[in-house]
């Protein structure tokens, strides 16, 4: 059985937008530290997106944004 996923992507978007956003971190900055084109942060972050991404990447987002992956979706 497949289910869509969608809101959770979306919430976890605004998660990542809110948190780079309280650190003062442009997507450029976040994207070049974690070692993904700002296009992509971009995509993952836009508040209509459904992007799918891999843990790495949610990982790798967790930790440029120096805060552990359970905080970045504690309200998911």
Same mark, same amino acid.
């Given at each position: ?19 780079? /956003? ?25 508040? /209509? ?28």
């Amino acid at each position: 059985m497949r289910t869509s996923h969608d809101d959770r992507y979306r919430q976890i978007a605004k998660q990542i937008c809110y948190y780079r /956003n309280s650190k003062g971190l442009s997507q450029e900055a976040l994207a070049a530290k974690i070692g993904i084109s700002k296009s992509y942060l971009s995509k993952i972050e836009a508040p /209509n997106s459904t992007k799918a991404y891999s843990l790495d990447v949610l990982f790798a987002i967790a930790d440029g944004l120096d805060m552990d992956i359970v905080e970045l979706l504690r309200d998911i």
